[in-house]
């Protein structure tokens, strides 16, 4: 089927969205320069869903005990006020980070959201706390660019860290070339060809640190997007137990996505092993190697997260599905609300 035709599935105007990255980058950056965040001993970035995910990138790249994620509805026990707590919810109206806003108000921890408006917002106007506000009328999972990198620049300046804005600016030009490279005009791209082999089987992507949290990234993306299951396991420990799974008289059809950075040899070395064992036992199986290109770790894990947000969106579109459109998400929050008054 020709990609054009399959183009009237994106309702919701996605491939826009993915198209206007390094734009929102860029814009981002500019504003994130004003910023001005507290003195901490620590951070604790929460949020849910697509406003987790920045924190959980950030976190992994950095890989400073000092900074810490949270996907929960409970602050931490040890969240105290010499922690500042990056509430980050695109709403603004999530109710478990709203819960940790509560709570850490209540421990007087220093507090910064990051937001589009909601609840969050009228809370953080109230009681004078600081907010970076981003653009309304985007998908949480779409405006990455508007989350991500408020979090790279409270961190710099909460724990004094160098890199992190200059990494995402030097990136941005890779992300240019990959929104022309994997665009429908030239037929999608390598992006197309793997979303055309998942089709009909169920992913399963390896990946080892720093980039668990890129592979976790497109697991959510497959899953919102195309409304299709994925699988994510982290070298080595997939090679303690993960691995007994891959026989060849398996009934599920399945395809193997493999993140991989040739600069980290260690991890590279158990990569090969896992996937030497898993053809030994299950020859024939589909593998793709998805190679991380970047001059920095950040810009490795951005650069590859957009070009399997393009996989995730053609999948979507392969499979007759409006990339936009998630309706049991929306009920389940509607369900939250009545739950939780």
Not at 1 to 28: A, G, I, V, W
Not at 68 to 97: H, M, Q
Not at 147 to 171: C, F, H, M, Q, Y
Request: charged letters at 25%.
């Amino acid at each position: 089927m020709k990609l054009e035709n399959l183009l009237r599935h994106d309702k919701s105007s996605f491939l826009q969205m993915l198209e206007s990255t390094p734009e929102m980058y860029r814009q981002c950056l500019e504003k994130a320069e004003g910023i001005e965040a507290p003195e901490a001993e620590r951070i604790l970035v929460s949020g849910m869903g697509g406003s987790a995910i920045p924190g959980q990138i950030i976190c992994e790249i950095l890989d400073d005990p000092r900074m810490a994620f949270n996907r929960s509805f409970k602050l931490p026990s040890w969240a105290g006020d010499d922690v500042l707590v990056i509430c980050v919810s695109y709403s603004g109206n999530t109710w478990e980070t709203l819960n940790v806003f509560n709570e850490a108000l209540k421990r007087r921890c220093h507090l910064y959201c990051i937001s589009s408006n909601g609840k969050m917002l009228e809370k953080c106007r109230e009681k004078g706390i600081p907010f970076f506000k981003v653009p309304e009328n985007l998908l949480p999972r779409a405006s990455l660019p508007w989350l991500l990198t408020p979090i790279a620049s409270l961190t710099e300046k909460s724990l004094n860290v160098n890199g992190l804005l200059r990494d995402i600016g030097e990136t941005v030009p890779e992300l240019e070339k990959i929104v022309d490279e994997y665009s429908p005009e030239n037929g999608g791209g390598e992006a197309f060809k793997i979303a055309e082999k998942m089709r009909g089987r169920l992913p399963i992507v390896y990946a080892y640190k720093p980039y668990t949290s890129t592979a976790y990234r497109f697991k959510t993306q497959v899953n919102e997007n195309a409304k299709y299951p994925c699988h994510v396991c982290e070298i080595p420990e997939s090679i303690h137990n993960e691995i007994c799974t891959l026989y060849s008289d398996a009934k599920l059809d399945t395809i193997i996505l493999a993140v991989r950075d040739p600069m980290m040899e260690a991890y590279e070395k158990l990569m090969d092993i896992m996937l030497n064992v898993m053809e030994e036992f299950n020859p024939g199986i589909e593998l793709v190697n998805i190679i991380v290109h970047g001059s920095s770790r950040l810009g490795k894990a951005l650069s590859t997260i957009l070009r399997l947000d393009y996989v995730s969106f053609y999948l979507a579109l392969l499979l007759g599905r409006d990339p936009g459109e998630t309706a049991q998400i929306k009920r389940a929050k509607e369900k939250l609300a009545e739950k939780f008054r």
